[in-house]
T-cell receptor, first 114, second 114 residues
């Protein structure tokens, strides 16, 4: 069974600084996707960024980028120029190709200090 | 375009009762998935539906069941409620299970079992 591990239960960052959230996963499949989701307090889960396993290039979405190390099964999220609105729970997730089932990590609570 | 809607948003039940939760996907989306979110277990996959067919089921007891209607709306039912069923139940919709379609989450139904 696939597993996703987030080793940092909590992280904090100063506004305008950069922070990196860690995620490792385990799978024997070759066709899969990786995601970072953001869940602000009492608000809906939203997709931050996604990475197709077959793509070598790391995904980037504005201030958010990933470091995808396929051989090491590592998928970290870098948030640049952190903003107060970035404060939330961040979940790393894995999805096997051909399925909608997401396997989530336990999450990292990010605090942004002004 | 309206997002994923879930009803009711909050629910209080007592042990032994049953409950039905509803999820209306984004218009045009045919795939619906359900997740249970608790502080202890995190986000766990319940079911995946596409075109009224259950494609995948998580590791939950038979008290948890679901279905999808021809208009893609989905319901999940929990019978003989237990205290441990208290959770936020999230539903997510996407166009289908092929490729890298984005899954959009609803606001969730918070179920409290007394």
């Amino acid at each position: 069974a696939q597993t996703v591990t987030q080793s940092q239960p909590e992280m904090s960052v100063q506004e305008a600084e950069t922070v990196t959230l860690s995620c490792t996963y385990d799978t024997s499949e070759s066709d899969y996707y990786l995601f970072w989701y953001k869940q602000p307090p009492s608000r809906q889960m939203i997709l931050v960024i996604r990475q197709e396993a077959y793509k070598q290039q790391n995904a980037t979405e504005n201030r958010f980028s990933v470091n995808f190390q396929k051989a090491a099964k590592s998928f970290s999220l870098k948030i640049s120029d952190s903003q107060l609105g970035d404060a939330a729970m961040y979940f790393c997730a894995y999805r096997q190709g051909g399925s909608e089932k997401l396997v989530f990590g336990k999450g990292t609570k990010l605090t942004v200090n002004p | 375009k309206a997002g994923v809607t879930q009803t009711p948003r909050y629910l209080i039940k007592t042990r032994g009762q049953q409950v039905t939760l509803s999820c209306s996907p984004i218009s045009g989306h045919r795939s619906v998935s359900w997740y249970q979110q608790t502080p202890g277990q995190g986000l766990q996959f319940l079911f995946e539906y596409f075109s009224e067919t259950q494609r995948n089921k998580g590791n939950f007891p038979g008290r948890f069941s679901g279905r999808q209607f021809s208009n893609s709306r989905s319901e999940m039912n929990v019978s003989t409620l237990e205290l441990g069923d208290s959770a936020l139940y999230l539903c997510a919709s996407s166009l289908d299970f092929q490729g890298n379609n984005e899954q959009f989450f609803g606001p969730g139904t918070r179920l409290t079992v007394l």
